[in-house]
C-alpha cells in the first residue's frame, strides 16, 4: 500500500502573511480616516466671525499649539466640528472669555513606543490570525492526519451495516424472482464453503449486477443472499457517494471498503450504482478502482439505467455477473401475493390467481402495497378478515386511484360517460385477438379518470402480433366512436385514449416492423427502458413526415372499423349504457351476459 503524501502546511504561512499586509495597509490608511470625525477647515477670519456671532460653544487648543478645534452652529442649526490654523493674537482668550465659551486645551502625553506598536499591528493581527489557527488545527484532527482539510469529516462513509440477523431476510421471502435466486444461490454457497471452490482454481465473483424497473426487489434480494449466507451486510445508495467537495466520494468508496474487509467476508450493496458509475463524458467517476476479489468482500449493485454505466465497469473483474430482475409473470405475481398475505388476516376462500391476472405489469413493490391496500380497507369497513371485495377494490386503487366520492357529474356528462365506457367494452368484445372485459365502471377516481373498461388476458404473453396491436388500437377508439354516434359531438374524455393509440401506432411503424412502407427498419431508438423508454427518432424529416402519415392511417383505420362494429350493434350499445347508468359499476360475466342473450 502507498504512504499517504505529508500534508503541505506551507500554503497557510503564505494566506496567513497576505492576511498580515492587508491588515498593516488597512489599520495604516483606511482605519484612521474611519475613525476620525468628520471635521471642515475654515480660515482663522471666519472662526473670528462665528466666535463674535455666537455660534462657537467649544474650542480646544490642540497639543501642537498649531491647530484649534471647535464646535460650531452651521447654516442649518447642526453643530458640527470645524478646526482652523492658530494665528498669532494676543486677545484670543479675552474673546474667548467674553463670548463665554468653553475653551481647553489637550495636554501633552507621551504613549510608550513598545505600547503603541502593539496595539497598532500585534492585537489586531492576532485577533484576525488565530481563529484560523485554531480552525486549522480542528480540521486536522476530524481528518485524523491532516491530509484533506476541507472534509469536516465527510469522507466517512455513511452505509448502514446490518448483521445477520437484523437483515431477517432470505430467499424464502423473495418470490416471483426464481432465475434471479438461483444465478445468486452460487454466491452464498461460495461464501458457506470457499474452499470448495478454491480446491479446482476458482474465484468468488468480484461483483454482480442487478439490473431491473423500479420495486422488483432488487434490494430484498441482496439482503435475501446476506441472510443465506449468514454474513454482514453493507447498504448505501450511490448516491451517498457525491459530494460538493472534490474527492470527498472518492473518500468514502475507500472507507466504505475499509470497512468491509474488516468484517469480510461480506456483502456490500450499492443501490443506484448509474449516479456514479456513468460513462466518462464529463459527469460521474471518472475512474474505476480495482478490487481484490479475495479479499471476502462481494459487491451487489441495483439500477434501473444500465445503458448509462461505463463500459469499463461493466467488463469482467469488476462486475462478473449481470442478474436481469425483471418484472413477474402470472405464476410469480400470485407468488408475490401469498408471501406478502402471509402477515395478513385473509379470508380462506381468496382467489389470488384472480387478483393476479388483473394486475399484469404489477411490480412486487405494488402487489405488497395493493395487500396492505386491501388490509386498511377492512380496518375502515370494521372486519378483521380481508376479503375477496377488498382485493378487488384495492386493484382499482393501484390502477385508477380512490374513488372520488364527493364528485357530482350531471346526467348528460354521465351518460356520456357510460356510453364511452360500453363503446370501449363493445368494441373489445366483438372482435378476435381481444383480452377479455372484465370490469366497466363510471365511478370518478382520484387519478382523473370518469370510468375505466378493465380486460384481463387469460394469460400473460410476451409477444404482440399484428392484429392484437390493431385490435387495442380499435378498443382505444371505441369511446370517442360511441360519443360520435348517439351524440353527434366530441369530448375531452377521450384524451387519454388518443394518447396510447398514436404511441401504439408509432411504435408498430418505427420501432415493430408492423409498416408495409418501411418493412423492417428501426426509425426510432429507446433509451431508459426500465424506466417508461424514452423514444427518439433515428431518420430524417422527410422520413419523419411519411412514419406521421402512415401513424394517422393506422388510427384513422381503426376508428372507422369501431364505427362500424357499434353502428351494427347499436341496440346492444344503448341497453348496456342503460344498464351501466344504473349500476355504475358492472362485471364481466354481467356485460358478457346481456350482450349475449
Known amino acids: 500500500m502507498n504512504e499517504q503524501p505529508k500534508p503541505n502546511k506551507k500554503p497557510f504561512f503564505y494566506y496567513a502573511m497576505i492576511a498580515m499586509l492587508i491588515l498593516m495597509l488597512l489599520n495604516a490608511f483606511v482605519f484612521p480616516s474611519l475613525m476620525t470625525p468628520r471635521v471642515t477647515e475654515v480660515s482663522y477670519d471666519k472662526f473670528l466671525d462665528m466666535l463674535s456671532g455666537g455660534q462657537v460653544t467649544v474650542v480646544e487648543l490642540q497639543e501642537n499649539e498649531r491647530e484649534l478645534y471647535f464646535k460650531a452652529a452651521d447654516e442649518n442649526g447642526a453643530e458640527r466640528i470645524y478646526s482652523t490654523g492658530v494665528f498669532p493674537d494676543a486677545d484670543l482668550q479675552k474673546r474667548l472669555s467674553e463670548s463665554g465659551v468653553t475653551f481647553s486645551a489637550v495636554a501633552p502625553q507621551e504613549n510608550s513606543t513598545l505600547m503603541n506598536f502593539l496595539f497598532t499591528w500585534i492585537f489586531p493581527t492576532l485577533i484576525l490570525i488565530l481563529p484560523m489557527v485554531l480552525l486549522w488545527r480542528m480540521m486536522q484532527k476530524r481528518m485524523g492526519d491532516g491530509s484533506n482539510m476541507m472534509s469536516f469529516g465527510m ?4 452505509a448502514k451495516m446490518y448483521v445477520a440477523a437484523q437483515t431477517g431476510k432470505t430467499f424464502a421471502d423473495v418470490a416471483g424472482q426464481e432465475e434471479a435466486k ?7 454457497d461460495f461464501l458457506h464453503n470457499p474452499d470448495k471452490y478454491r480446491s479446482v482454481g476458482a474465484v468468488m465473483p468480484k461483483g454482480v449486477l442487478l439490473v431491473g424497473p423500479p420495486g422488483t426487489g432488487k434490494t430484498l434480494l441482496a439482503k435475501a443472499v446476506a441472510g443465506e449466507a449468514n ?3 453493507f447498504s448505501i445508495a450511490g448516491s451517498e457517494f457525491v459530494e460538493m467537495f472534490v474527492g470527498q466520494g472518492a473518500a468514502r468508496v475507500r472507507d466504505l471498503f475499509k470497512q ?4 469480510a467476508p461480506c456483502i456490500v450493496f450499492i443501490d443506484e450504482i448509474d449516479t456514479i458509475g456513468k460513462k466518462r463524458d464529463g459527469s460521474g467517476i471518472a475512474g474505476n478502482d480495482e478490487r481484490d476479489g479475495s479479499s471476502g468482500v462481494v459487491i ?3 439500477t434501473n439505467r444500465p445503458e ?11 462486475f462478473d455477473r449481470r442478474v436481469p430482475v425483471e418484472l413477474p409473470d402470472l405464476q410469480g405475481r400470485e407468488a408475490i401475493l401469498r408471501v406478502h398475505a402471509k402477515d395478513v388476516m385473509m379470508a380462506d376462500d381468496i382467489d389470488y390467481k384472480a387478483v393476479a391476472r388483473a394486475t399484469s405489469g404489477a411490480s412486487g413493490a405494488e402487489l405488497a402495497n395493493l395487500i396492505n391496500e386491501a388490509a386498511l380497507r377492512a380496518v375502515k369497513c370494521n372486519r378483521r378478515i380481508v376479503t375477496q371485495e377488498d382485493l378487488t377494490e384495492s386493484v382499482d386503487v393501484v390502477v385508477a386511484g380512490y374513488q372520488r366520492k364527493n364528485a357530482v357529474l350531471s346526467p348528460h356528462e354521465k351518460e356520456i360517460v357510460a356510453y364511452h365506457e360500453i ?15 372484465t370490469k366497466i365502471t363510471i365511478v370518478p377516481r382520484t387519478s382523473g379518470a370518469l370510468g375505466y373498461t378493465m380486460q384481463t388476458p387469460e394469460a400473460d404473453t410476451v409477444l404482440l402480433s399484428k392484429e392484437e396491436a390493431l385490435a387495442k388500437i380499435a378498443t382505444l377508439t371505441g369511446g ?23 404511441k401504439l401506432a408509432r411504435s408498430m411503424v418505427t420501432r415493430l416492423g408492423m409498416s408495409e412502407t418501411f418493412d423492417m427498419t428501426a426509425l426510432e431508438t429507446v433509451s431508459n427502458q426500465y424506466l417508461g423508454g424514452d423514444a427518439a427518432l433515428a431518420c430524417s424529416a422527410e422520413t419523419a413526415t411519411k412514419i406521421d402519415k402512415e401513424v394517422v392511417e393506422i388510427i384513422r383505420t381503426a376508428h372507422e372499423k369501431a364505427i362500424g362494429i357499434l353502428k351494427d350493434n347499436m341496440d346492444k350499445l344503448h341497453e348496456l349504457a342503460k344498464y351501466l347508468l344504473e349500476k355504475e359499476t358492472i362485471t364481466g360475466d354481467e356485460f358478457m351476459a346481456i350482450l349475449n342473450r
Open 300 to 302: 451487489l449493485a441495483a
Open 480 to 502: 370517442r366512436s360511441a360519443e360520435e354516434l348517439i351524440f353527434g359531438s366530441v369530448t375531452s374524455g377521450a384524451s387519454n385514449d388518443i394518447e396510447q393509440a398514436t
Open 182 to 188: 438461483e444465478a445468486l444461490e452460487e454466491i452464498v
Open 231 to 233: 454474513v454482514p451486510f
Open 423 to 437: 363503446g370501449h367494452a363493445l368494441v373489445a368484445a366483438l372482435q378476435s385477438n381481444s383480452a377479455p372485459v
Open 155 to 158: 469522507g466517512k462513509s455513511n
Open 308 to 318: 448509462t454505466l461505463d463500459k469499463a465497469l461493466l467488463r469482467p473483474g469488476r
Open 260 to 263: 468491509a474487509k474488516e468484517k
